[in-house]
């Protein structure tokens, strides 16, 4: 069975780290991509960043750039996402979710996790 189990969420102060995980399971990190994602209360899924399963590409959204940072171990089967600088705006549900086709903004997704709250809060 194809599962993806995000944790790693928590309270954290403005400025501050959090790294979240992201372990598959039913299949393998070569061939598919992982997006990350984020819903805040009323407003909607925004995708944050996602990295390619040919040969490992990042991309991520402008809000995160320069702060966020996605990667994989593919022995552990865990692609990561690791959040510096962290502000109050990055409060929200984070969710990751196999890209089938299209990237962070539009396309089709699968297997979503149960998501992992990270809130930003002093």
């Known amino acids: 069975q194809e599962q993806l189990v995000e944790s790693g969420g928590g309270l954290v102060q403005p400025g501050g780290s959090l790294r979240l995980s992201c372990a598959v399971s039913?299949?393998?990190?070569?061939?598919?991509?992982i997006g990350w994602f984020r819903q805040a209360p009323g407003k909607e899924r925004e995708g944050v960043s996602c990295i390619a399963s040919e040969d490992g590409s990042t991309f991520y959204a402008d809000s995160v750039k320069g702060r966020f940072i996605i990667s994989r171990d593919k022995g552990k089967k865990t692609v990561y996402l690791q959040m510096n600088n962290l502000k109050p705006e990055d409060t929200g549900i984070y969710y990751c979710?196999?890209?089938?086709?299209?990237?962070?903004?539009?396309?089709?997704?699968?297997?979503w996790g149960q998501g992992t709250q990270v809130t930003v809060s002093s």
């Open positions: 039913g299949f393998t990190l070569d061939y598919h991509t």
């Open positions: 979710a196999r890209i089938l086709w299209g990237d962070l903004t539009q396309g089709d997704y699968d297997s």
